[in-house]
């Protein structure tokens, strides 16, 4: 089968649960399925999931939607937090992770976010330098964090 990349849907929860169990492989957690069921369906709307799919998910890559509270001096806007991307050990390094990134680029795009931030995981910092990312500043505590520069919209 050939690698697709979509957005998630319901049917997709149980296969989520289980590429994140992965991940975390050594915590053992017998709850954690039903938890991650309900922080699926909690999140709604406000989170997109692309996930990468060749006949089973093998990668994942979601965008949160933060809404900026109205002021009197300023146009709404929302911007975008990219998190929980994964790609299954065996297949990194294959471009699937710049797949599922390009596919929440160009979603942040189409919606006119104001600017896309994430906190990478060292290992990924180079990967994200490469999208674009700039780092946003000082590290803040354990968290270190980038932003895309947003898009001239035209």
């Not at 690698?3 to 991940?23: G, H, K, S, W, Y």
């Not at 965008?63 to 911007?79: G, H, I, N, Q, V």
């Amino acid at each position: 089968m050939s690698l697709e990349i979509r957005v998630a849907d319901a049917t997709d929860i149980p296969a989520l649960a289980a590429l994140r169990r992965q991940a975390q492989e050594s915590v053992d957690d017998p709850g954690f399925e039903a938890r991650f069921a309900a922080w699926s369906e909690s999140e709604g709307a406000r989170r997109t999931t692309w996930v990468a799919d060749d006949g089973g998910l093998i990668g994942c890559a979601s965008l949160f939607e933060y809404r900026r509270m109205p002021a009197p001096d300023r146009d709404d806007s929302c911007w975008g937090y990219v998190g929980n991307m994964m790609v299954v050990e065996e297949r990194r390094n294959a471009g699937i992770g710049s797949l599922l990134l390009n596919a929440v680029l160009t979603a942040a795009e189409e919606r006119g976010y104001a600017r896309i931030v994430l906190a990478p995981s060292p290992r990924s910092i180079e990967f994200y330098r490469r999208a674009g990312f700039l780092d946003a500043g000082s590290d803040a505590g354990a968290h270190r964090l980038m932003v895309h520069p947003s898009r001239p919209q035209g």
